[in-house]
């Protein structure tokens, strides 16, 4: 998809749906790296370890792993999509400056769970600035087997995700599907309202999320201290130096690249109270 077509998108309806990102070759890379966290998530949950940062859900006597987050501190390898040069290229036109990720976390769909994500925004701030939530798809994402939901145009609204629930009911409003298959990458903004259903079916629907913001916005934000900067631009500077044909197995991230904490601004659901 040309990169101007990709920026246009973004700006007018606040997401944007780009196909075949990544290789095939990549793509197995990631999913079998997926499938190793995931057993050894499982296994030091049954074994009774503690650990942070990852979610466990029992349902019907199996548990199963929904989400991670601080994801290279498990599994470096995640952090190779950030030299992924047609995927960066596609996140620094949309901002239109050097850009550094805020977080990265992989989330897991499976039909164990009965639950969804309810109508949301990633961020409750309102904001001009183009902080984008990137979603890097292992697997199909079909609408039918409750897919992602998008309102187009959110990420300009003043609305409250309240209002915009109601608008929906009352046909004021209307969402689009986004169907993606493995490999396709979906960018949203970071205001753009959206939602998805519980996983339909057997198959489980693999996520990997990035937020991105341009190096200028956290060098301006007291709340990312210089030393969490200082890494993430060590580890992009790595990244870019790298061929990303031909990525080596052995990614290693400093121990302490976790070590500075760091606070995300809150996101924005509908809470309905019962009269």
């Known amino acids: ?15 944007v749906l780009i196909k075949r990102v990544l290789k095939p070759s990549t793509l197995v890379k990631l999913q ?13 949950y049954l ?40 995927l960066m290229s596609y996140v620094e036109a949309i901002i239109g400056e050097a850009i550094l990720p ?6 897991i769909k499976n039909s164990l769970d009965e639950r969804g994500f309810d109508w949301h925004r990633d961020m409750a701030v309102r904001t001009q600035e183009p902080i984008v939530t990137v979603g890097v798809y292992l697997d199909d994402a079909i609408a039918q087997q409750g897919a992602l939901a998008v309102i187009p145009q959110s990420h300009c609204s003043q609305a409250s995700v309240c209002d915009l629930k ?7 409003l209307k969402s689009v599907d986004v ?7 979906v960018i949203h903004h970071i205001n753009t309202v959206h939602a998805s259903g519980r996983q339909e079916g057997s198959a489980i629907r693999r996520t990997i999320y990035f937020e991105f913001r341009a190096v200028s916005h956290f060098m301006d934000n007291l709340g990312f201290p210089s030393e969490w900067i200082e890494k993430r ?12 044909d031909h990525i080596p197995n052995n990614l290693q991230l400093p121990n302490d690249f976790y070590a500075t904490q760091v606070q995300i601004e809150s996101a924005e ?7």
Do not use: W
């Open 1 to 15: 998809m040309q990169t101007n077509l990709v920026v246009e998108q973004f700006d007018q309806q606040g997401f």
């Open 32 to 44: 079998h790296s997926c499938d190793e966290l995931v057993a050894y998530a499982k296994s030091q």
């Open 47 to 86: 074994a009774g370890s503690p650990f942070d940062n990852i979610a466990v859900m029992q349902a019907a006597d199996e548990p199963f792993v929904y989400r991670i987050n601080k994801l290279f501190q498990f599994q470096p390898q995640f952090a190779y999509l950030l030299a992924q040069s047609e």
């Open 102 to 107: 805020s977080y990265e976390s992989l989330v």
């Open 166 to 172: 109601r608008q929906l009911s009352n046909d004021q």
């Open 179 to 185: 169907t993606a298959n493995a490999g396709d990458v």
């Open 233 to 244: 631009q060590a580890l992009m500077a790595h990244l870019n130096a790298l061929n990303s």
């Open 269 to 275: 659901y509908c809470i309905d109270f019962a009269s």
